[in-house]
């Protein structure tokens, strides 16, 4: 019996491994995988309604799925109102390793008017998000790289990551992401949510 326990140990240890191996062998192929950068190369300012009557703030962590998923469905409400505008709050989670990084790098982009370049891209690629592709995403959007470097090598802004995630916590954020629309939290899921609420205001 115990022989056949320890090959039984061993043939699970070989398919962790097996499984270990595809898992990095996709991240390698996603990794070297072309990526059509002109398709993220535009200026905040094609984005950002700051005089708008409706504020709409997410709480975000760029290596969240539900914050993904959540992207489609806040850009469709941003291109069919315009009367909306989207405030990414920083609230990197201790569970995913490269967060922060991830949230400096979109304000230090930010400073080069490419916030939404890089949200969009490495949303795109969360699969891969470490500050090596992060840094290869900032070169594709055609960030100044002398620039961006500097303001992440200098820690920049780790302030402002940390000032938005008090602001989280002062509001009851536990969780990502978190949605806001004028202060107010709200748990919306589609479009026609959003519509209905920004009708009845």
Not at 10 to 39: C, K, Q
Not at 76 to 96: A, C, G, S, T, Y
Request: proline share 4%; glycine share 4%.
């Amino acid at each position: 019996m115990a022989r056949k326990k320890k090959n039984s140990n061993t043939f699970w240890y070989i398919l962790g491994a097996v499984a270990v191996l595809i898992v990095a062998f996709g991240f390698m192929l996603n990794a070297s995988r072309t990526i059509e950068f002109t398709d993220y190369q535009y200026l905040d300012s094609e984005f950002d309604n700051p005089d708008a009557e409706f504020v709409i703030e997410k709480f975000n962590d760029f290596q969240c799925p539900a914050c993904r998923a959540a992207v489609p469905t806040l850009t469709q409400v941003r291109e069919n109102h315009d009367n909306v505008h989207i405030r990414v709050r920083h609230f990197p989670l201790p569970q995913f390793p490269h967060s922060a990084y991830a949230a400096e790098a979109s304000e230090c982009a930010r400073d080069q008017d490419r916030f939404w370049g890089m949200y969009y891209v490495m949303f795109d690629h969360q699969e891969v998000l470490t500050p090596s592709t992060i840094n290869r995403y900032a070169q594709g959007i055609g960030l100044d790289m002398d620039q961006f470097s500097t303001c992440m090598d200098n820690r920049d802004k780790q302030i402002v990551v940390a000032q938005d995630r008090q602001v989280g916590m002062d509001q009851g954020v536990s969780g990502t992401p978190s949605i806001f629309i004028n202060g107010e939290q709200v748990q919306f899921g589609t479009p026609a949510q959003y519509a209905s609420y920004f009708e009845n205001q």
